[in-house]
Protein backbone atom coordinates (compact mmCIF):
# COMPACT_ATOMS: atom_id res chain seq x y z
CA UNK A 1 0.00 0.00 0.00
CA UNK A 2 2.77 2.64 1.09
CA UNK A 3 5.00 2.07 -2.43
CA UNK A 4 1.88 2.26 -4.20
CA UNK A 5 0.57 5.46 -2.89
CA UNK A 6 4.49 6.56 -2.91
CA UNK A 7 4.61 5.25 -6.80
CA UNK A 8 1.19 7.08 -7.89
CA UNK A 9 2.52 10.49 -5.95
CA UNK A 10 6.08 10.40 -7.84
CA UNK A 11 3.64 10.10 -10.94
CA UNK A 12 0.99 13.20 -10.25
CA UNK A 13 4.56 14.75 -9.40
CA UNK A 14 6.24 14.29 -12.83
CA UNK A 15 2.96 14.40 -14.67
CA UNK A 16 2.86 18.44 -13.40
CA UNK A 17 6.13 19.06 -13.94
CA UNK A 18 5.95 17.76 -17.74
CA UNK A 19 2.81 20.34 -17.58
CA UNK A 20 4.68 22.94 -16.93
CA UNK A 21 7.28 22.45 -18.91
CA UNK A 22 5.66 21.03 -22.41
CA UNK A 23 3.03 23.48 -24.33
CA UNK A 24 3.46 25.92 -27.73
CA UNK A 25 6.63 27.09 -25.67
CA UNK A 26 8.82 24.54 -23.79
CA UNK A 27 10.74 25.99 -20.97
CA UNK A 28 14.18 24.39 -19.64
CA UNK A 29 14.08 22.39 -16.62
CA UNK A 30 16.31 25.20 -14.46
CA UNK A 31 13.86 27.98 -15.61
CA UNK A 32 11.11 26.03 -13.99
CA UNK A 33 12.75 25.14 -10.70
CA UNK A 34 14.26 28.71 -10.49
CA UNK A 35 10.44 30.11 -10.92
CA UNK A 36 9.16 27.67 -8.27
CA UNK A 37 11.70 28.50 -6.13
CA UNK A 38 11.99 32.10 -6.42
CA UNK A 39 8.77 33.63 -8.61
CA UNK A 40 10.32 37.06 -7.79
CA UNK A 41 13.51 36.12 -9.25
CA UNK A 42 12.29 34.95 -12.13
CA UNK A 43 11.73 36.28 -15.96
CA UNK A 44 8.39 37.73 -16.41
CA UNK A 45 7.56 35.38 -19.61
CA UNK A 46 8.67 32.51 -17.77
CA UNK A 47 6.35 33.78 -14.15
CA UNK A 48 3.45 34.17 -16.64
CA UNK A 49 3.36 31.39 -18.30
CA UNK A 50 4.22 29.27 -15.13
CA UNK A 51 1.90 30.82 -12.54
CA UNK A 52 -1.02 32.41 -14.81
CA UNK A 53 -1.57 29.24 -17.63
CA UNK A 54 0.08 26.06 -16.84
CA UNK A 55 0.01 24.98 -12.91
CA UNK A 56 -3.69 26.57 -12.44
CA UNK A 57 -4.39 24.29 -15.49
CA UNK A 58 -2.01 21.15 -14.23
CA UNK A 59 -3.67 21.86 -10.53
CA UNK A 60 -7.39 22.07 -12.01
CA UNK A 61 -6.84 18.43 -13.85
CA UNK A 62 -5.17 16.75 -10.86
CA UNK A 63 -8.04 17.93 -8.48
CA UNK A 64 -10.80 17.22 -11.19
CA UNK A 65 -9.46 13.63 -11.49
CA UNK A 66 -8.94 12.78 -7.62
CA UNK A 67 -12.86 14.28 -7.36
CA UNK A 68 -13.72 11.37 -10.51
CA UNK A 69 -11.59 8.32 -8.83
CA UNK A 70 -12.99 8.88 -5.31
CA UNK A 71 -16.86 9.64 -6.35
CA UNK A 72 -16.38 6.47 -8.67
CA UNK A 73 -14.80 4.62 -5.74
CA UNK A 74 -17.72 5.09 -3.30
CA UNK A 75 -20.58 5.15 -5.59
CA UNK A 76 -19.26 1.30 -6.57
CA UNK A 77 -19.02 0.56 -3.12
CA UNK A 78 -22.63 1.79 -2.59
CA UNK A 79 -24.18 0.21 -5.71
CA UNK A 80 -21.78 -3.22 -4.83
CA UNK A 81 -21.54 -3.03 -8.91
CA UNK A 82 -18.10 -2.73 -10.59
CA UNK A 83 -19.28 -0.72 -13.80
CA UNK A 84 -21.02 2.11 -11.75
CA UNK A 85 -19.58 5.42 -11.32
CA UNK A 86 -20.68 9.20 -10.71
CA UNK A 87 -23.11 9.16 -14.22
CA UNK A 88 -24.84 6.19 -12.41
CA UNK A 89 -26.44 8.28 -10.38
CA UNK A 90 -27.67 11.40 -12.97
CA UNK A 91 -24.54 13.78 -11.98
CA UNK A 92 -23.36 13.94 -15.56
CA UNK A 93 -26.72 14.16 -16.73
CA UNK A 94 -28.43 16.40 -15.09
CA UNK A 95 -24.94 18.94 -15.42
CA UNK A 96 -24.99 18.47 -18.78
CA UNK A 97 -28.73 19.52 -19.48
CA UNK A 98 -28.29 22.55 -16.61
CA UNK A 99 -25.93 23.55 -18.71
CA UNK A 100 -27.32 23.37 -22.26
CA UNK A 101 -30.22 24.42 -20.69
CA UNK A 102 -28.22 27.81 -19.63
CA UNK A 103 -26.20 28.24 -22.81
CA UNK A 104 -29.21 27.41 -25.54
CA UNK A 105 -31.97 28.48 -23.82
CA UNK A 106 -30.33 31.82 -21.95
CA UNK A 107 -27.64 32.84 -24.06
CA UNK A 108 -27.15 36.41 -22.90
CA UNK A 109 -26.39 35.11 -19.30
CA UNK A 110 -22.95 35.69 -17.96
CA UNK A 111 -20.25 32.71 -19.00
CA UNK A 112 -19.17 32.64 -14.97
CA UNK A 113 -23.03 31.13 -14.35
CA UNK A 114 -22.25 27.79 -16.09
CA UNK A 115 -20.19 26.15 -14.20
CA UNK A 116 -23.01 27.03 -11.10
CA UNK A 117 -25.73 25.97 -13.52
CA UNK A 118 -23.45 22.24 -14.07
CA UNK A 119 -23.46 22.22 -10.56
CA UNK A 120 -27.04 22.95 -9.31
CA UNK A 121 -28.03 20.33 -12.33
CA UNK A 122 -25.86 17.70 -10.88
CA UNK A 123 -27.19 18.05 -7.72
CA UNK A 124 -30.35 17.98 -8.95
CA UNK A 125 -30.52 15.19 -11.08
CA UNK A 126 -29.10 13.36 -8.23
CA UNK A 127 -32.05 14.24 -5.40
CA UNK A 128 -34.53 13.13 -8.53
CA UNK A 129 -32.75 9.99 -8.27
CA UNK A 130 -33.17 9.16 -4.86
CA UNK A 131 -36.01 10.69 -4.70
CA UNK A 132 -38.37 8.14 -7.08
CA UNK A 133 -35.67 5.05 -5.99
CA UNK A 134 -37.04 5.66 -2.48
CA UNK A 135 -39.28 2.86 -1.67
CA UNK A 136 -38.85 2.02 2.16
CA UNK A 137 -35.77 1.82 1.37
CA UNK A 138 -33.46 2.25 -1.93
CA UNK A 139 -31.90 -1.16 -3.43
CA UNK A 140 -29.14 -0.52 -5.48
CA UNK A 141 -30.72 -2.06 -8.99
CA UNK A 142 -33.57 0.61 -8.19
CA UNK A 143 -31.03 3.64 -8.03
CA UNK A 144 -29.40 1.98 -11.32
CA UNK A 145 -32.28 1.67 -13.03
CA UNK A 146 -34.01 5.03 -12.55
CA UNK A 147 -30.62 6.55 -12.63
CA UNK A 148 -30.35 5.69 -15.95
CA UNK A 149 -33.85 6.27 -17.00
CA UNK A 150 -33.61 9.90 -15.76
CA UNK A 151 -29.76 9.76 -17.46
CA UNK A 152 -31.60 8.78 -21.01
CA UNK A 153 -34.51 11.96 -20.56
CA UNK A 154 -32.14 14.33 -19.80
CA UNK A 155 -30.23 13.31 -23.05
CA UNK A 156 -33.51 13.46 -24.45
CA UNK A 157 -33.88 16.95 -23.16
CA UNK A 158 -30.17 17.91 -24.86
CA UNK A 159 -31.09 16.72 -28.14
CA UNK A 160 -34.01 18.42 -27.92
CA UNK A 161 -32.15 21.62 -27.16
CA UNK A 162 -29.66 21.61 -29.53
CA UNK A 163 -32.03 20.88 -32.70
CA UNK A 164 -33.71 23.68 -31.94
CA UNK A 165 -31.00 26.22 -30.60
CA UNK A 166 -28.65 28.41 -32.77
CA UNK A 167 -25.81 27.09 -34.07
CA UNK A 168 -23.14 29.44 -31.76
CA UNK A 169 -25.21 28.66 -28.60
CA UNK A 170 -25.14 24.90 -29.66
CA UNK A 171 -21.45 25.11 -29.98
CA UNK A 172 -20.43 26.52 -26.80
CA UNK A 173 -22.50 24.36 -24.99
CA UNK A 174 -20.55 21.24 -26.37
CA UNK A 175 -17.66 22.37 -25.95
CA UNK A 176 -18.15 22.95 -22.45
CA UNK A 177 -19.50 18.90 -22.71
CA UNK A 178 -16.14 17.72 -24.37
CA UNK A 179 -14.53 17.98 -20.78
CA UNK A 180 -11.80 20.38 -20.60
CA UNK A 181 -9.65 22.53 -17.98
CA UNK A 182 -8.15 24.67 -20.73
CA UNK A 183 -9.56 27.93 -19.27
CA UNK A 184 -8.61 27.07 -15.21
CA UNK A 185 -7.94 29.78 -13.32
CA UNK A 186 -6.52 30.35 -9.89
CA UNK A 187 -9.86 31.16 -8.52
CA UNK A 188 -11.47 28.01 -10.14
CA UNK A 189 -8.43 26.26 -8.10
CA UNK A 190 -8.76 28.03 -4.75
CA UNK A 191 -12.48 27.02 -4.62
CA UNK A 192 -12.48 23.54 -6.04
CA UNK A 193 -9.39 22.85 -3.76
CA UNK A 194 -11.30 23.96 -0.61
CA UNK A 195 -14.89 22.23 -1.23
CA UNK A 196 -12.82 19.23 -2.00
CA UNK A 197 -10.88 18.99 0.89
CA UNK A 198 -13.52 18.46 3.53
CA UNK A 199 -15.66 16.21 1.11
CA UNK A 200 -12.31 14.25 0.41
CA UNK A 201 -11.91 14.16 3.87
CA UNK A 202 -15.13 12.59 4.81
CA UNK A 203 -15.18 10.09 1.85
CA UNK A 204 -11.72 8.61 3.50
CA UNK A 205 -13.48 8.55 7.31
CA UNK A 206 -16.36 6.51 5.68
CA UNK A 207 -13.91 4.09 4.48
CA UNK A 208 -14.73 1.06 7.26
CA UNK A 209 -18.18 1.45 6.67
CA UNK A 210 -17.60 1.36 2.53
CA UNK A 211 -16.03 -2.02 3.47
CA UNK A 212 -19.30 -2.70 5.08
CA UNK A 213 -21.65 -1.70 2.56
CA UNK A 214 -19.83 -3.74 -0.23
CA UNK A 215 -21.26 -6.46 1.64
CA UNK A 216 -24.82 -6.45 0.91
CA UNK A 217 -27.61 -4.73 3.15
CA UNK A 218 -28.03 -7.67 5.12
CA UNK A 219 -24.71 -7.88 6.57
CA UNK A 220 -24.80 -3.60 7.34
CA UNK A 221 -27.72 -4.50 9.29
CA UNK A 222 -26.24 -7.31 10.93
CA UNK A 223 -23.98 -5.22 12.44
CA UNK A 224 -25.60 -2.46 13.33
CA UNK A 225 -25.36 0.25 10.44
CA UNK A 226 -27.87 2.55 9.46
CA UNK A 227 -28.12 1.32 5.85
CA UNK A 228 -30.56 3.97 4.54
CA UNK A 229 -29.04 6.82 6.10
CA UNK A 230 -25.56 5.85 4.83
CA UNK A 231 -27.52 5.05 1.43
CA UNK A 232 -28.24 8.81 1.55
CA UNK A 233 -25.03 10.09 3.13
CA UNK A 234 -22.79 8.61 0.23
CA UNK A 235 -25.16 9.58 -2.43
CA UNK A 236 -24.86 13.16 -1.43
CA UNK A 237 -20.96 12.72 -0.80
CA UNK A 238 -20.79 11.54 -4.54
CA UNK A 239 -23.16 14.53 -6.07
CA UNK A 240 -20.81 16.78 -3.58
CA UNK A 241 -17.32 15.46 -5.16
CA UNK A 242 -18.48 14.91 -9.09
CA UNK A 243 -20.71 17.45 -9.29
CA UNK A 244 -17.67 20.08 -8.06
CA UNK A 245 -15.64 18.83 -10.75
CA UNK A 246 -18.40 18.76 -13.49
CA UNK A 247 -18.69 21.83 -12.47
CA UNK A 248 -15.47 22.83 -13.20
CA UNK A 249 -14.18 20.64 -15.83
CA UNK A 250 -17.20 19.60 -17.77
CA UNK A 251 -17.50 16.03 -18.97
CA UNK A 252 -14.77 14.42 -18.39
CA UNK A 253 -15.42 10.04 -19.33
CA UNK A 254 -14.57 6.89 -17.62
CA UNK A 255 -12.27 8.43 -15.10
CA UNK A 256 -14.75 7.27 -12.59
CA UNK A 257 -14.93 4.06 -13.51
CA UNK A 258 -11.37 2.99 -14.04
CA UNK A 259 -9.44 4.25 -11.59
CA UNK A 260 -11.46 2.17 -8.59
CA UNK A 261 -10.92 -0.65 -10.56
CA UNK A 262 -6.85 0.08 -11.43
CA UNK A 263 -6.90 1.22 -7.46
CA UNK A 264 -8.48 -2.00 -6.50
CA UNK A 265 -5.77 -4.25 -8.59
CA UNK A 266 -2.80 -2.58 -6.69
CA UNK A 267 -4.18 -1.94 -3.29
CA UNK A 268 -6.88 -4.70 -2.69
CA UNK A 269 -10.44 -4.27 -1.75
CA UNK A 270 -10.39 -2.35 1.46
CA UNK A 271 -11.66 0.75 1.07
CA UNK A 272 -9.43 2.84 3.63
CA UNK A 273 -6.91 1.62 1.07
CA UNK A 274 -8.95 2.32 -2.52
CA UNK A 275 -10.17 6.12 -2.07
CA UNK A 276 -6.55 7.11 -1.54
CA UNK A 277 -5.40 5.08 -4.63
CA UNK A 278 -8.39 6.06 -6.89
CA UNK A 279 -7.54 9.54 -6.14
CA UNK A 280 -4.06 9.17 -7.47
CA UNK A 281 -4.77 7.24 -10.06
CA UNK A 282 -7.77 9.55 -10.95
CA UNK A 283 -5.44 12.71 -10.77
CA UNK A 284 -3.03 10.91 -13.30
CA UNK A 285 -5.96 10.07 -15.94
CA UNK A 286 -7.10 13.56 -15.82
CA UNK A 287 -3.21 15.00 -16.25
CA UNK A 288 -2.53 12.92 -18.72
CA UNK A 289 -5.29 13.36 -20.84
CA UNK A 290 -4.97 17.14 -20.69
CA UNK A 291 -0.53 17.08 -21.42
CA UNK A 292 -1.38 14.70 -24.33
CA UNK A 293 -4.29 17.09 -25.58
CA UNK A 294 -2.45 20.03 -25.48
CA UNK A 295 0.96 19.22 -26.47
CA UNK A 296 0.03 15.99 -29.36
CA UNK A 297 -1.56 18.15 -32.48
CA UNK A 298 -0.20 21.82 -30.52
CA UNK A 299 -1.57 24.22 -31.42
CA UNK A 300 -4.81 22.45 -31.70
CA UNK A 301 -5.89 21.48 -27.85
CA UNK A 302 -8.00 18.44 -27.35
CA UNK A 303 -10.50 18.55 -24.80
CA UNK A 304 -9.30 15.73 -21.94
CA UNK A 305 -12.64 14.25 -22.35
CA UNK A 306 -12.22 13.61 -25.42
CA UNK A 307 -9.35 11.83 -24.71
CA UNK A 308 -10.68 9.57 -21.66
CA UNK A 309 -12.92 8.16 -23.97
CA UNK A 310 -11.05 7.27 -26.30
CA UNK A 311 -8.54 5.92 -24.47
CA UNK A 312 -10.92 4.74 -21.63
CA UNK A 313 -13.63 2.62 -23.50
CA UNK A 314 -10.77 0.03 -25.10
CA UNK A 315 -9.21 -0.67 -22.21
CA UNK A 316 -11.99 -0.96 -19.96
CA UNK A 317 -13.39 -3.43 -22.90
CA UNK A 318 -9.82 -5.49 -22.95
CA UNK A 319 -10.31 -5.50 -18.76
CA UNK A 320 -13.50 -6.95 -18.89
CA UNK A 321 -12.26 -9.37 -21.50
CA UNK A 322 -9.61 -10.52 -19.54
CA UNK A 323 -11.83 -11.15 -16.83
CA UNK A 324 -14.37 -13.02 -18.68
CA UNK A 325 -11.42 -15.45 -19.26
CA UNK A 326 -9.87 -15.55 -16.41
CA UNK A 327 -13.54 -16.63 -15.16
CA UNK A 328 -13.19 -19.65 -18.36
Known amino acids: MTWTVAGASALVVLLALAGLRL ?15 DPAAAPPDVAMIVFDLRLPRVLSAGLVGMALGVAGA ?12 PGTLGVNAGAALAVTVLT ?12 WA ?38 AGITLLTALG ?27 GLWLAPTLALCLLAS ?19 VIR ?20 GLIAFVGLIAPHAARRLVGWRHSRIVPAAALIGAAIVMTADLIGRV ?12 TALIGAPVFGFALWRARASLG
Not at 208 to 226: H, I, K, T
Not at 230 to 249: E, H, R, Y
Not at 296 to 307: D, E, H, N, R, S
Open 23 to 37: GDVSIAWADIFAALA
Open 74 to 85: ITQALLRNPLAE
Open 104 to 115: VAYPASSPFLTP
Open 118 to 155: GFVGAGAMTAAVWALSWRSGATSLRIILIGVGLSSLAG
Open 166 to 192: DARDVHRAFVWLSGSVYDANWAQVSAL
Open 208 to 226: RALDVASLGAAAARSVGQD
Open 230 to 249: FQGFIILLCAMVSGAAVAVS
Open 296 to 307: AFAPIQIPAGVL
